[in-house]
């Protein structure tokens, strides 16, 4: 058996003959990276015609019958598997479904067919419905080889290279890079110089580039899902303000902090206290740096007056000005939201500084994200250390990882 099994269910098993023989997935088949099993309901069914179908109450063509569905499922082994009903009623297949399911081992599909299924096996069998599309085909066949087509992929092994599959488009929530193949020149068209050059490093930037290029052109949607870090060309860095109580102890919360923007894909913390003339931030970034060297360097640390010494600083290292995203406390007729903000620095290719706390000295041009944890109709608000974690989580795109 297989790494993942399919077992399919169809009126019309031969579709799938050719599909579980050839290509990549006929590979992974004769590798045993996947197996599969074609039910035919037919084989279930009673009577001399052996059928399948009668007519819908109330009218309106043929349906399915519930029982030759549910004899196959048996067979197929519900209790270790996840039932699959094609049906354009169903969740939208995308990228984040096939991951989701990618962990499964057993995989039953059901391929509809006429009008559709007797709902009491959809309730009785079912545990999730998938659609291809806002459309109809006729049967669940077609959706169902593209369901398994994109799982195999997730298979290790099946597609001969990890990195492949890593740059598929949607893997990390963007679009893939452009391709070219011999020759270097076809009919007037070269391909871009940098692809021949030799140089990995150079290739890899321009294939991130064009990735970010082409998502932002052809699907800007789909950014604000994704995970961009390995798109980020400058740096992020979080700027937090400190309470003017906050004196020498250095207190867990900044600890804990410290640890997730590191581990979340931050450059840099800096730590400020307006109101204090940057003693307590001083203060606590030296204390932070005796304790976190395990965690992550003292370097990442840094305390500031304000805003305008970290953008100085942080143009210094990248020669950009950065972007500067002040979160939380907001002018309503000046704010964008936080997906706009994370289009613009893909375009933009700056680094950016997102601002936390008490911003009295952020300056009027910087991009007010709003803030997801706050619900100013109760008054109501994440800790600063949640605030930080989701909207730091929902910029890069973490959790898609």
Known sequence: MGLMKFSVISAFPEYFETFFNASIIGK????????????????????????????AYGGGGMVMMAEPLARAVDVAGKSDAKVI?????????????????????HIILVCGHYEGIDERFVESFVDMEVS??????????????????ALSRRVPGVVGKDEAV????????????????????????????????????????????????????????IV???????????????????????????????TEIARDMRVMGCSKLFLA?????GKTATEQVKKLKEIL???????????????????????????????????GFFSKDRATDLKRAKRKVLEDERPVIFTFGRPNDVPEA???????????????????????TVVLDRFFGFCRC
């Open 28 to 55: 992974a088949v004769r590798r045993s990276l996947i197996s599969y099993e074609l039910l035919n309901p037919r084989d279930f069914a009673e009577g001399p015609h052996r059928q399948i179908d009668d007519y």
């Open 85 to 105: 009903l094609m049906s354009p009623q169903g969740r939208k297949m995308d990228q984040g479904l096939v991951e989701e399911l990618s962990v499964c081992d």
């Open 132 to 149: 291809l599309g806002d459309f109809v085909l006729t049967g669940g066949e077609i959706p169902a080889m593209a369901l398994m087509d």
């Open 166 to 221: 890593r740059e598929d488009s949607f893997f990390r929530g963007m679009l893939d890079t452009p391709h070219y193949t011999r020759p270097p020149e076809w009919r007037g068209k070269k391909v871009p110089e940098v692809l021949l050059s030799g140089n990995h490093g150079a290739v890899e930037t321009w294939r991130r580039k064009e990735a970010v290029r082409r998502t932002l052109e052809r699907r800007p949607d």
């Open 224 to 254: 604000e899902d994704a995970d961009v870090r390995p798109y980020l060309q400058k740096n992020v860095c979080v700027l937090l303000y400190l309470e003017p109580f906050e004196k020498t102890g250095c207190n867990t919360r900044l």
């Open 273 to 277: 206290s307006v109101e204090d003339g």
């Open 293 to 327: 060297p395990g965690i992550c360097a003292p370097s990442f640390l840094k305390s500031v007056k304000g805003i305008e010494e970290a953008a100085e600083w942080v143009c210094r290292k990248e020669k950009l000005e950065p972007i500067v995203i002040d979160v």
């Open 366 to 388: 910087a991009h007010q994200g709003k803030d997801p944890c706050k619900k100013e109709e109760q008054g109501e608000f994440l800790s600063l250390h949640g605030s930080l």
